[in-house]
């Protein structure tokens, strides 16, 4: 590099000439966390199988496992990635890399031009102004992407930085009702149910999950596998006394056990029947559950699986500190059993589910739930104060408060050993940004023992905590929660095209990778599943965006505009860090044009 003036030496690429980061975690542990990060119990049970209900006309089972195909696709897509540039920051690394010249320009055009046109839509504004809003977003968004660096840094800091702060009071939220009210109502804790049903009661769980994972992640990437490891075995055992219970277990036998169990913690009789009678009466219409059906709304299903299923990959920001991370088959295999053993797993239950429990009760008790919290017009009011979370169902079958709390308190860990996905992620997209000295240098800084970047994690749990007083307090920002899932495709699918241009547009970096090998009819695989993951991940967007059914798009204007702000903000943190290190003689274009060193 040129010298910045006379005498004066410009500063050098990256901040320094190694990461600091240690390869702290093996391939199994790698797996952990994508098994962790499609959790079956916290975001499956919770996040996806309460909805089922809503699309009554579509088969679970089919949704489910077309889901995972979709998803294999993406799991493709980053394990290349991955074997090409296994490096901190995952998607930021990625983009920024790739995603230059035209292709960023493209893709900047796109996605500003479509963010611009929905905000001013959403504004109230009629024609023309959402035309000319997406003609100005077209123009800037082409401008930043054609930069290096730009559009990178706008997907993956508003995908794994802002956004990650709006997944604490969702985590606060599961924790919530599959843990704390739970263990409330079985102690007799009355007092307990009611105050955690409150907003105060909702923001001290969030204040208790920012605290637990900032400790978890102060473990250190070693650390933290230990963690996950005990909580992946515990989870699994917990599971398997569930699906017994549920095996040995007749329908007749679980109404009779939560008949006895809602009158005895909640004062409800006949609540089984109740609960079918009240969603009936609502004008829900429920059968029996077709393992074979295919019914019409499956395809509509997918979407709300998606909320649940797409995160396989949520480690790729880590693979820097993964061991063997350069092998593409290690890494793929980790990512689809993640997938495959969730899905098995995900339809045994949805069998059970329906054998013991009755599918016409557990799609009722379900959106018996939910309606009230969403404020569904003319909804009937729940039956039990708590979620009929199916851990919490299974243990009515035995008669013991004791087994019963035993039973609730190991499936938590499936929760302790997901815990961690909240900010350990973000913080090496945080991190990667900082080294390339987009962000402030002290955000790279890593404690000497634990190798722990300290000011990351402070840079998203800091906001996390704001975000949470906002969902426990402000009811109208609790809609917000379902961008999470958004913004975070979003940064997907500009990962997938990053690696659909990548054997093309860099062909030196592509070249030199394990992935170069694996072809498809005489085309590159990454390159393959790259494109099919474009189109799955667009389609999903766009029915996220368009169809009511979601929450999203359609019908909320506020969400369109949060949306909005986050990426923005995003646009103006890089022009003001590219104007700033400019001024210090930083040549942010050149360091974009390099891999940054391990």
């Known amino acids: 590099m040129t010298s910045g003036g006379m005498g004066q030496k410009a500063p050098a690429l ?115 102004v959402p035309l000319v809003g997406g003609i100005v977003g077209v123009v800037l968004g082409g401008l930043l992407g054609l930069r290096r660096g730009g559009i990178g840094f706008v997907l993956s800091a508003t995908g794994w930085w802002f956004i990650l702060a709006l997944w604490a009071p969702i985590y606060g939220a599961i924790l919530n009702v599959q843990f704390v009210l739970p263990l409330a109502a079985l102690a007799g804790w009355s007092d307990g149910v009611s105050f955690f049903t409150t907003s105060n009661g909702t923001f001290v769980v969030s204040l208790i999950v920012i605290a637990l994972v900032t400790v978890l992640v102060s473990l250190g990437m070693a650390g933290y596998a230990r963690i996950q490891r005990m909580s992946l075995w515990i989870g699994l055992a917990a599971l398997a006394v569930m699906v017994v219970l549920m095996l040995v277990s007749s329908q007749d036998a679980f109404r009779a056990a939560f008949d006895r169990e809602a009158s005895s913690l909640f004062g409800v009789s006949n609540a089984y029947q109740s609960t079918i009678d009240a969603e009936a009466g609502f004008g829900y219409a429920f059968s029996d559950l077709d393992p074979f059906g295919f019914g019409p709304g499956t395809f509509l299903l997918i979407p709300f699986m998606m909320f649940w299923i797409l995160y396989p990959n949520w480690g790729a920001t880590l693979y820097g500190e993964v061991r063997g991370a350069s092998d593409f088959r290690k890494v793929l295999n980790g990512m689809l059993g993640g997938i495959w053993v969730t899905v098995v797993l995900a339809v045994v239950f949805l069998l059970l589910a329906a054998k013991t429990f009755g599918w016409v009760f557990f799609q009722s008790t379900n959106v018996n ?149 694996y072809t498809i009819a005489g085309l590159p695989l990454i390159s393959v599943a790259g494109a099919v993951t474009v189109l799955i991940l667009a389609w999903t967007l766009w029915q996220w965006l368009t169809n009511a059914l979601y929450g999203i798009g359609t019908g909320n204007t506020s969400s369109i505009i949060f949306l909005g702000v986050l990426y923005g903000a995003a646009a103006v943190l890089y022009v003001i860090a590219r104007l700033y290190r400019r001024a210090q003689g930083v040549d942010l274009e050149a360091i974009h044009a390099e891999i940054p060193a391990e």
């Not at 901040?15 to 499956?44: C, E, I, Q």
């Not at 493209?106 to 959403?122: D, K, M, N, P, R």
């Not at 009937?380 to 019963?404: G, H, K, T």
Request: aromatic share 14%; hydrophobic share 55%.
């Open 14 to 128: 990256f901040l320094r000439n190694a990461t600091g980061l240690v390869k702290g975690w093996s391939g199994f542990d790698a797996f952990s966390y994508s098994f962790m990060s499609v959790n079956l119990v916290t975001l499956g049970m919770f996040y996806s199988f309460t909805v089922f209900g809503w699309q009554a006309d579509g088969s679970p089972i089919a949704a489910i496992l077309l889901s995972g195909i979709a998803v294999t696709f993406l799991a493709i897509t980053y394990a290349g990635l991955i074997a090409a540039m296994p490096r901190a920051g995952g998607d930021y690394v990625w983009q920024s890399r790739v995603l230059d010249g035209i292709p960023g320009g493209v893709v900047g055009a796109v996605v500003g031009g479509i963010a611009f046109y929905l905000v001013t839509g959403a504004m109230g504004q009629a024609d023309p």
């Open 369 to 517: 739930y939910l309606d009230p919290v969403y404020a569904v017009p003319g909804a009937p009011a729940s039956v039990l104060p708590i979620w009929s979370y199916p851990p919490l169902l299974a243990s009515f079958l035995i008669d013991s408060r004791i087994v019963q709390m035993i039973l609730v308190v190991l499936f938590g860990a499936w929760f302790l050993g997901w815990a961690g996905t909240l900010f350990l992620s973000s913080t090496r997209m945080i991190f990667a940004a900082a080294f390339d000295r987009i962000l402030p240098e002290a955000a790279a800084r890593v404690s000497e023992r634990r190798a722990v970047p300290w000011v990351a994690l402070l840079l998203i749990m800091v906001p996390s905590v704001v975000l949470s007083w906002l969902y426990a307090y402000n009811a109208d920002f609790v809609g917000f929660t379902l961008d999470a899932s958004l913004v975070i495709a979003v940064t997907f699918l500009g990962s997938a095209v990053a690696a659909t241009i990548l054997p093309w547009w860099k062909p030196q970096i592509y070249q030199s990778s394990a992935i170069a090998r």
